[in-house]
Structure formats: C-alpha cells, structure tokens
C-alpha cells in the first residue's frame, strides 16, 4: 500500500478550497473549507455547541428560540376555553344519556 489514505490516489487531485469563518453567539469559531466554485452558507452551525454561526464576528446570528414540550392538553388548552369545554362535555353527556334511552 502507498502512502496516504485508502483510495486517495485513485481520487486524483483535489478541488482548490477556501476556509470560511463562522462565529457562534458563544464566540466559538469554526472554519470549514469549501471548494472555491462552491456557493458559501450564510450560516454554518457551530460544532462545538450547535448554535448557528454567521460570517460577521462582532454580529453572531441569535441562538433560535426553543419551545418547551407542551402535552396535548395543553395545546387544547389554547384553543378552548374552560368554559367552552364544560359546554363539550355537556353535549357529550347528553348523547351519551340519549343512546343509553334508546337501548
């Protein structure tokens, strides 16, 4: 076997590259390389702590908002009132004694 990786010498040469930096709200920097023709991501995420980095140090783009984990109750809970719910659960009842008539 040669020199270098497996394969490396079937690969032929490689693409010219440039490294970009990319600042995390955190200060960490990472500099991945991209082939020069390559389009360049606005933002790259942060290996080191995976909020989103951007190109401008001193302006690191904001860490995203994350919502707490919310129970299915909870989401009914925004969309209905309690007292919308009473009147669910009233009608509800009501069929339910309906059926329990008919049978």
């Given at each position: ?8 010498s079937e690969r032929g040469e ?90």
């Amino acid at each position: 076997m040669g020199a270098g990786p497996t394969g490396e010498s079937e690969r032929g040469e490689s693409a010219p590259r440039r490294r970009v930096g990319y600042w995390c709200a955190n200060g960490h920097e990472a500099r991945p390389s991209f082939a020069l023709d390559a389009e360049i991501p606005d933002e790259w995420d942060c290996p080191r702590c995976g909020l989103p980095g951007g190109q401008d140090e001193k302006n690191p783009p904001a860490a995203p908002r994350t919502e707490p984990y919310k129970t299915h109750l909870a989401y009914v809970k925004e969309r209905r009132s309690d007292a919308d719910g009473e009147a669910i659960l009233a009608e509800a009842l009501e069929r339910l004694r309906q059926r329990r008539e008919i049978i």
